[in-house]
């Protein structure tokens, strides 16, 4: 991939390129930033410049060879690692190179894509992936090979902050000290999930969400109209691959919505009502079926709802960027009912939520105690 291919953040691709030119290269980037932003294609494009020694984001006379290998992830000297678990095809101690496949399919047709997205193609999204020791231990013997093409090695870890503490503690050494000429390079979307000792010793880029308008003439290219692309921009809030997601109707947050407008109209119902009541365990019943990742996805949907209903309930409308397509909801409607009085309870019960789910705990019994809170929640009054 070259940074040409790479939607907006004109002032990054600057950066990385002149320090590459210049001969300034960190032996550790850590590359932060939301879903759909582009730090994956960033990386990649990143790794391709410095291997294949590239300027101003072209191929160069002599590195065609290069380039082919880089783009087909196939490059000797350029190395993964992303969170894996194990599956039908991997029984036990699973690792990145056991997806190899997958994953350069998952780069070719998804760049921007996120974890779910990642879980789903290889089968795995009922459990909990994540980058663990037996990772670590294959990063270091990769690492100890001298280079291929006697120059950089580059070591791309995505989503590092689903790396647990006995894989960091393990590549903390090799992270703070790497053998000549290799660089590593972490993706993360959330920065305090990497331990402080790590990070420390990472000079971190961080990644704002996409323009509206680079997402809107993406969108474009792709063949929607003017106004459709804006739209869809506008609602994606900055993330590319929600963009694609809603311009395929085949967003995740579709089957969300569905899920939230039950959830709410149940629990609306529910005070003073058994059968309402029956139908929140109903529900919880019925999302508890489900994977971890997905319960955990649609609890962070929930939260964006509860924020953007409360910036419409406070007339920030222009804020305001989530749609919910079901019929027969209006966001507006709902938006009184999330105010200063529940918003914060609100918040901390779905964190609550995600934090034991993620935790394995017993997602049924959670996802009722939520259901029932949320109904005095939504009833409590406002100042």
Known sequence: MLFKDILGLVHIKKHLTQSAD???IPHAQLFVGPEGCGTLPMALSYAQYVICQNKNGENTEGNEVCNLKSHSLSHPDIHFAFPVS???KIKSHAVSNHYMEEWRQF???QPYGNLFDWYQLIGTEK???????DEAQDVVKKLALK????GYKMMLIWMADKMNIAAANKLLKLIEEPPEKTVFILIAEDEEQIIQTIRSRCQIVHFPPLAEN????????KGLSKEEASKIAHEANGNFNKALDLKNNDSEDLVFEKWFV???RSAFKAKGNKAAIHELILWGEEVAKTGRETQKKFLSYCLVVMRQAMLINYNARELAYLQIHVDGFQLEKFAPFVHENNILDITEELESAIYHIERNGNSKIILTDLSIKLTRLLHRKAA
């Open 127 to 133: 459990k909990q992936g994540q980058i663990g020791v």
């Open 214 to 221: 680079v997402i809107a003439d993406a969108l474009e290219e």
């Open 262 to 264: 039950q959830w709410v």
């Open 107 to 109: 780069v070719k047709e």
């Open 86 to 88: 194990n599956s039908d």
């Open 147 to 150: 280079s291929y093409e006697g």
């Open 22 to 24: 210049a001969g300034r």
